[in-house]
C-alpha cells in the first residue's frame, strides 16, 4: 500500500490499520524526515515491511522518483 501524507494525523491512522490488516507500507512524506522514519520503524518493529520515502506530489519527476524506489522496493503499491 501506498499511503501520501503518512506522517499527518490521519496517514498515520491510516497506514497503521492497513498494517494491522497485513499490507505492507510505502510511507509518503513530504518534509516531516523524523516522523516518517519514526513511523517507518514502529511498522517494522510490529513486523511489516516499510519504506519511508519522500516526494513532492506537485512534481511529476518527484513523484517518478518516489514510485521507482517503491516499485523496486516493495513492488508496485495494490492500494493507494
Do not use: K, N
Not at 28 to 41: C, N, S
Request: with cysteine; proline share 1%.
Amino acid at each position: 500500500a501506498l499511503v501520501t501524507g503518512a506522517t499527518g494525523e490521519l496517514g498515520r491512522t491510516i497506514a497503521r490499520t492497513l498494517a494491522a490488516c497485513g499490507a505492507d507500507l510505502a510511507l509518503h512524506y513530504r518534509r516531516a524526515d523524523q516522523a516518517a522514519a519514526a513511523l517507518e520503524g514502529e511498522l517494522r518493529a510490529a513486523g511489516r515491511r516499510a519504506l519511508a520515502v519522500q516526494a513532492d506530489v506537485g512534481d511529476h519527476a518527484s513523484v517518478r522518483r518516489m514510485h521507482a524506489r517503491v516499485r523496486g522496493d516493495l513492488g508496485d503499491p495494490d492500494i493507494l
